[in-house]
């Protein structure tokens, strides 16, 4: 078994094109800026490199006690100065009409005596992987299934904390929550219909629970589907690239909203916001890279997370979510 080796775009669609209509199992990691992917059949993935545990699908099996010593965990939030900065090129942007949802984030960096692996084996997640020295991943959220010829998303959008009297009622009537969950579900709509036909809201704004080290969170979901062209199989690749990137990690309208994160964001997201899954050689499997810890030059830690932004946003609310959002699912 050799080395990860990663691809451009074209030699990832061709890849999942090929494989796709073979009906061949693969596993993908794709980088948020689409330049870096990973396509691989799984036998040959080295399990001392990269490890995944997905719902229908993983590498990692294991079982881990919980912990039952108290771990440290710090975290260095930017500055409200220096955030303020970033949103203020957002809520520009929105003024002008550029823009009327964007996932501002921020990498913030954290202390912990937990490695990258042991935070892989112990956090309680849908979707986990762990990359070598890289980073770890453990993302409540689905990106796309595909099933039987039709395709579906669960954007992910609206967060409080559950130990809040009334937690999901307060989210389910909070203004800016409810227009930024019907613009990503819009826009997730809209993303689905250039691959698929009748696309559909089948349920709307449903909430989940999510424990994390430091508490509860109560998220809000959605979920859309529409039915694949009869031969998407064979054209597994190019139909996935063109839903990317991710909507609930960029915003609307997507081609401008992505210019103005890299304006507004002072740092390179990478593999965070990018989409890993599995193909099983019938059905489809994949999530949005989000609740994601790097380990940089240096053996320096930084935890990326982010919010969306809309013109009914108010700076200091979205500075605490996104520290809110600095956590690992260890408890």
């Not at 080395?3 to 061709?14: G, H, P, Q, S, T």
């Not at 909507?247 to 890299?262: E, F, L, Q």
Request: proline share 5%; net charge negative.
């Amino acid at each position: 078994m050799g080395k990860l080796v990663f691809v451009d775009k074209e030699e990832a669609v061709r890849r999942m094109d090929r494989w796709g209509g073979e009906g061949t199992p693969f596993f993908f990691m794709i980088d948020f800026d689409m330049e870096q992917c990973l396509v691989e059949r799984p036998e040959n993935i080295p399990a001392d490199e990269l490890l995944y545990s997905f719902p229908r699908a993983g590498n990692w099996a294991g079982k881990m006690p919980r912990l039952k010593e108290p771990f440290l965990w710090k975290s260095f939030p930017e500055s409200f100065e220096d955030y303020s900065h970033s949103f203020d090129i957002v809520r520009r942007n929105i003024w002008e009409g550029n823009t009327f949802l964007i996932n501002l984030t921020c990498a913030t960096p954290v202390e912990t005596d937990l490695s990258l692996f042991r935070i892989f084996v112990r956090a309680e997640a849908l979707y986990k992987l762990w990359l070598k020295d890289r980073f770890v991943v453990f993302s409540p959220e689905i990106f796309v299934r595909i099933q039987d010829g039709f395709i579906s998303s669960h954007p992910m959008k609206g967060t409080i904390d559950a130990s809040v009297p009334d937690a999901g009622l307060r989210l389910l009537s909070d203004e800016k929550e409810t227009a930024e969950h019907a613009t990503i579900t819009d826009l997730i709509r809209n993303d689905l219909s250039q691959i698929a036909d009748e696309v559909t809201v089948m349920r709307y704004r449903y909430l989940d629970e999510v424990d994390t080290h430091d508490g509860r969170l109560l998220q809000m979901s959605s979920e859309i589907r529409g039915r694949l062209p009869l031969d998407y199989a064979r054209r597994l690749g190019e139909l996935f690239f063109r839903l990317l990137p991710a909507g609930s990690v960029t915003g609307a309208p997507k081609k401008k909203t992505v210019d103005i994160i890299r304006e507004a964001e002072n740092y390179s997201r990478g593999f965070y916001t990018g989409v890993m899954g599995y193909f099983d050689g019938k059905d489809l499997d994949s999530a949005v890279m989000i609740r994601f810890l790097e380990q940089e030059a240096g053996g320096k830690l930084v935890f990326k997370s982010g919010g969306g932004i809309t013109f009914l946003s108010d700076v200091r609310d979205e500075y605490e979510e996104m520290k809110r959002k600095v956590y690992v699912p260890i408890y």
